[in-house]
């Protein structure tokens, strides 16, 4: 993941497996939260090592910019990932950027959340919704 600094503005890669290590800036040395705001996922390669790797649970939310429900749900995720803090990666997939993570789980609405522990899908649903009822229905 690249996660930026909230302190310097520096670029920091974290590889999956050390999100909850508490990780630091490699320029300023502040510590990274990367699991307090929805992660936007940018290539497949990325998702797989995220959804494969994370120590955490991994929500997915499959989206699309132009898709109004989506953008209602924006901020219900941001509140879900500060709620779940260090428990849960909340990440989003843009499904016009990268329509083969889409395909390979048979995305067939938008939004659609899928919880992944360990690689494996654990939980799903689709539809706009309140952060706790995203909860709730895919068993965080």
């Not at 494969?52 to 990932?81: H, I, M, N, Q, Y």
């Amino acid at each position: 993941m690249i996660v930026k600094c909230s302190s310097c503005g520096a670029q920091n890669r974290i590889p999956a497996e050390r999100l909850v290590d508490g990780p630091h800036c490699g320029n300023c040395k502040a510590v990274l939260s990367p699991t307090m705001e929805p992660y936007a996922v940018a290539s497949l390669t990325e998702f797989k090592e995220l959804v494969d790797k994370s120590p955490v649970p991994v929500l997915v939310d499959f989206w699309a910019p132009w898709c109004g429900p989506c953008r209602t749900v924006a901020p219900e995720l941001v509140k879900l990932a500060r709620h779940q803090k260090g428990a849960v990666l909340v990440a989003k997939v843009n499904t016009e950027e990268l329509p083969q993570v889409a395909n390979r789980f048979s995305i067939q609405s938008i939004p659609t959340f899928i919880l992944f522990r360990q690689g494996r899908e654990i939980g799903r649903a689709s539809g706009a919704m309140p952060a706790y009822q995203i909860e709730h229905t895919v068993g965080l």
